[in-house]
């Protein structure tokens, strides 16, 4: 009975995420393994999993779309607004008459 226990002892468990063999392949699984774990993905079911990585990713579409198609239109708008404040007028020329030393 003894023996039975010690052998028991050395078999080790059956690993749940295998490490890969390739070193990129590696480094995939360990970012994957450390976004699973950093937000508690590990604990959803595989449905639930794709999920919540799907809105992420339409979150992320959107704002990226969000940001090339709609920023150089409403950074040209407040441009246009701070010059108007600034200058009071909307000219699209920035000219500014400096006085010289001989209008001094």
Same mark, same amino acid.
Request: proline share 6%; charged share 20%; with cysteine.
């Given at each position: ?20 063999? +390739? ?13 699973? @774990?950093? *937000?508690? #993905?590990?604990?959803? %079911? ?20 969000? +940001? ?13 607004? @701070?010059? *108007?404040? #600034?200058?009071?007028? %909307? ?14």
């Amino acid at each position: 009975m003894a023996m039975a226990a010690g052998s028991q002892s050395s078999q080790k468990p059956p690993v749940r995420y295998p490490i890969p063999q +390739s070193s990129f392949s590696k480094f995939l699984w360990r970012k994957k393994m450390w976004v699973e @774990a950093t *937000f508690a #993905l590990s604990m959803l %079911e595989r449905w639930e999993k794709i999920l919540v990585v799907s809105l992420f990713l339409l979150v992320c579409l959107l704002f990226v779309a969000g +940001s090339t198609i709609y920023l150089p239109q409403h950074l040209l708008f407040l441009t246009r607004r @701070a010059r *108007f404040y #600034l200058l009071g007028s %909307e000219r699209e020329s920035f000219y500014v008459d400096w006085p010289t030393k001989a209008d001094l």
